[in-house]
């Protein structure tokens, strides 16, 4: 009996520890935790560090209407992005502390951050506010970092590039991730192009926000909740860009001034561009064109898909449906029309195919992941494979 006894404890112990760390486990893998309170700051010029519970919080003026917001787990390290070419402009700023708020003030915006919290607002030189952090503020759940905003009784959504649905996306959430998806519908997403960049409206105030992060990100809009907006990065730093201005317009303007400029795009390329998925083989497209002539619908532009390939191999062209394509081409041209193909970023793998060979010679390709774009139905979030 004193044996069983001692055995069923043990026992008890060991299911208990492991109860225990498996909790724990689930804590660390799936809690959030939030950035925290403030602990340290660092002021340099027009840009201010502080260091939290949990991680830091990053603050750079950009311009008298632009303030950079990065939040990351580690300090910062090396400042580099793919998207932003526009340089800080130098700008009169002012940081100061008052009580629980550190407040940066520049002519245009007056930044509050409070130290319990680190949660940060934004006001215009009005008293507005006109964006802030809701109560849960920054959160980090494992490798992602979100974000969440207040979200205003009548505040509206537009932007984020090629998406479907409504032209407000309020109500709505949204994924950042390319995929190439085949027949999409009203619902469908993620798309093909991801572009990082919403403007919220509501009391005749408006405003831009400009993520700039590379990973898989997600935007909620108020979907399923009349409460917060958020943005969530999969990996990286949490890194954007608030641009406040009284009009949509000049908010567009100080976002292309970050991003940059389209230049002036060739006169033909500004006409009509007729485009489907696909014309082939060679005399449907001539066809096409001359049909247009015919009827005086003006035509500046066709495009050819991925038919017009060997076995949908780029830089090759179908032997059978365009025999001839120089031929092709030249007539086209004879008729006005300029001819755009697709190209695809991938190459396939065929021994002797020249592509596929001159890139293994030279080392020129990437290791990518599979990803399977969610059904039209499926807005939740989905994961990717670990590799291909």
């Keep these: 009996m004193q044996i069983r006894y001692l055995f069923l404890n043990i026992s008890n112990t060991f299911l208990f520890l492991l109860l225990f760390f498996a909790s724990k486990a689930q804590t660390i893998n799936t809690g959030n935790i939030p950035l925290g309170a403030f602990k340290s700051q660092k002021t ?51 940081i100061k502390e008052e009580g629980n708020n550190i407040i940066l003030t520049t002519d245009s915006l007056k930044l ?39 979200l205003f009784p009548k505040e509206r959504f537009i932007g984020l590039g090629e998406k479907t ?73 949490v890194n954007y860009y608030f641009i406040y201005h009284s009009g949509v317009e000049a908010i567009i303007s100080s976002y292309t001034d970050l991003t940059g400029k389209t230049p002036m795009p060739a006169q033909w ?18 066809n096409v064109a001359k049909t247009f002539r015919e009827k005086q619908i003006p035509l500046d532009v066709i495009y050819l898909d991925i038919h017009y390939m060997d076995a949908y191999k780029i830089f090759t062209w179908d032997a059978v449906r365009f025999p ?17 193909i697709i190209v695809d970023p991938g190459i396939k793998v065929e021994t002797g195919y020249k592509a596929y060979e001159e890139g293994l010679k030279n080392d020129l390709f990437l290791n990518c992941l599979l990803y399977t774009s969610p059904s039209p139905r499926d807005r939740t979030r989905s994961r990717m494979p670990s590799s291909a």
């Design 165 to 237: 649905g409504d032209l407000d996306r309020r109500g709505n959430g949204y994924v950042n991730w390319n995929t190439d998806v085949f027949g999409y519908g009203p619902g469908t997403d993620p798309m093909y192009v991801s572009i990082p960049f919403f403007i919220g409206l509501h009391d005749s105030l408006c405003y831009g926000i400009f993520l700039d992060n590379t990973s898989k990100t997600h935007f909620n809009f108020g979907a399923s909740n009349m409460r917060f907006s958020s943005f969530t990065v999969e990996e990286g730093d």
């Design 44 to 94: 340099a010029g027009q840009e201010l560090q502080i260091q939290g519970d949990n991680g830091f919080l990053t603050v750079k003026v950009y311009s008298p209407n632009i303030i950079r917001i990065q939040v990351s787990k580690e300090l910062p390290g090396v400042d580099f992005s793919y998207a932003v070419i526009g340089s800080p402009q130098v700008v009169k700023t002012n």
């Design 269 to 286: 390329s500004l006409g009509f561009q007729q485009c489907r998925w696909s014309y082939f083989p060679d005399s449907e497209v001539l």
């Design 112 to 150: 509050i951050i409070t130290k319990d919290k680190l949660h940060v607002s934004f006001f215009n030189n009005a008293g507005e506010l006109i964006n802030g952090d809701d109560e849960f503020g920054t959160m980090f759940t494992g490798n992602e970092i979100s974000v969440y905003k207040k």
């Design 324 to 340: 001839q394509p120089e031929n092709m081409l030249n007539t086209l041209k004879g008729m006005g029309v300029r001819t755009a």
